[in-house]
């Protein structure tokens, strides 16, 4: 599954070096070090042991068992055309820059085309890929929402970037599975930023017979959720750096006399980056590495903007700001390509999935500047078992028509989804807007193991 690496927040458990290790100013090479040798891309004590298991130090926790890691792709070569002349006429660029080219420039970009991202055939597996019990997971959830908000007409789901569907499937399961009556009142809207997925979204709900909940989201508040699952980790970052005098220096993408990719540093493109830190208390040590994703500022305050009544559901893997920007974590910028994670993301330009740990934080912060109630964080894992995934189990189990490698299938992608070193820890955040705040949503009952 994406980003199962190194989302401890315990603190216990350490990532390796960032992709270039630690340095100062200066042009490295193209992605630095990592590539197929970037044991530490991945982080912690939980990859070190997937990677003994898998045999070599390539593999992130997400790839599960049977598959394979594929070759490298190489760059797509329009795209970092594209992006050499961006860098010769107008300079080094940012690499929140780079990464809003790299994953998004239409017909271009990683998400850009619809073969990309997540599935078992692509780079990565995201939970609601890898098995639809997620979705049954957060159907129940959505069901006591309803219930909560006296059980409206219309429930709207709004899925902010939705990918291929699968969660919105897995949803629809849950609630006929469940014989929730919220399945007549529900209406989903996919607001997604690559336009070969809203296909992929309609496919995917035609072959659960469900096609009828969809309806063309205009962005106006909607009464229900605001669900994003694996989103906030793919807004574009900036490559930070801490100065020898305390100061933020900025890691941009140049080119080097040859014409390649590679990192340079300098002043700060902006003064947020450093007022963002401030704000949250981070002061980076000489040669830290990190990232800052100042674009999430935005994407929250569109997210709460859009909930009249009811959640925001955020799933994602990431650490409060002081665990986030612990010099020992370092830099928490990682590439996805066939299933295979590294930390040389300047290479496989457009053809790699970008991602970086999101400070949560700053997300819990934006939203609750944007007028939500805060109703909770824990873990994907209490959150699971809060909502009853293991009865889900069951149901599986006991159902006459399963098969037993159906049901094994659930369980193996179920226990992964809880295990604390692979998704387990990955982080669910909650809203709400017009709803009441007590007593917890059955998902946020048990806030999880304390985070730093
Ligand atoms: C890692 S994929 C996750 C897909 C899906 N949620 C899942 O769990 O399988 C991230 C998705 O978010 C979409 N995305 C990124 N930024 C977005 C934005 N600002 N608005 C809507 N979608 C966005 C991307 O196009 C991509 O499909």
Known sequence: MRGEAGTDGDGARRDGPGPAGAGGAGMGGAGGAGGAGGAGGAGGDAITADVVRAGGPTFGLRRPADLAPGPDPGDEPGLLEAIRSEIRASGPMTFARF?????????????????????????????????????????????????????????????????????????VEGLDRRGSALRAALRYRVAERAPDRHAQVHARLEAVGATDVLEPDDGAPIEGAVVANEVLDALPVHAVEGGPGGEILERFVALDEDGRLGWLAGPASTPDLAARLASEGIRLEPGQRTEICLAADAWTREAAAGLGRGLVLLIDYGHPAAARYDPARGSLLRAYVRHRVHDDVLA?????????????????????????????????????????????????????????????????????????????????????????????????????????
């Open 348 to 452: 496989n330009v457009g053809r790699q999935d970008l991602t970086a740990h999101v400070d949560l934080t700053a997300v819990e912060r934006g939203a609750t500047a944007a007028g939500l109630d805060h109703l909770g964080t824990t873990t994907q894992a209490a959150f699971l078992a809060g909502v009853g995934a293991g009865e889900l189990l069951v149901s599986v189990q006991s159902d006459p028509s399963a098969t037993l490698e159906g049901y094994l299938e659930a369980r193996s992608a179920l226990f992964r989804m809880l295990d604390p070193g692979v998704t387990g820890r990955f982080a669910v955040m909650a809203f709400g807007r017009a709803i009441a705040t007590a007593p917890p949503l059955r998902g946020l009952a048990d806030p999880g193991p304390r985070r730093p």
């Open 99 to 171: 990464m809003e080219l790299a994953l998004y420039e239409p017909e271009l970009g990683y998400y850009a085309i619809g073969r990309r991202g997540p599935g078992r055939a692509a780079d990565f597996l995201t939970a609601p890929e890898s098995h639809p019990i997620f979705g049954w997971a957060v159907a129940a959830q959505l069901d006591e929402v309803w219930q909560r908000l006296d059980r409206p007409s219309r429930f709207t789901v709004r899925e902010l970037g939705a990918g291929t569907g699968a969660l919105a499937a897995g949803i």
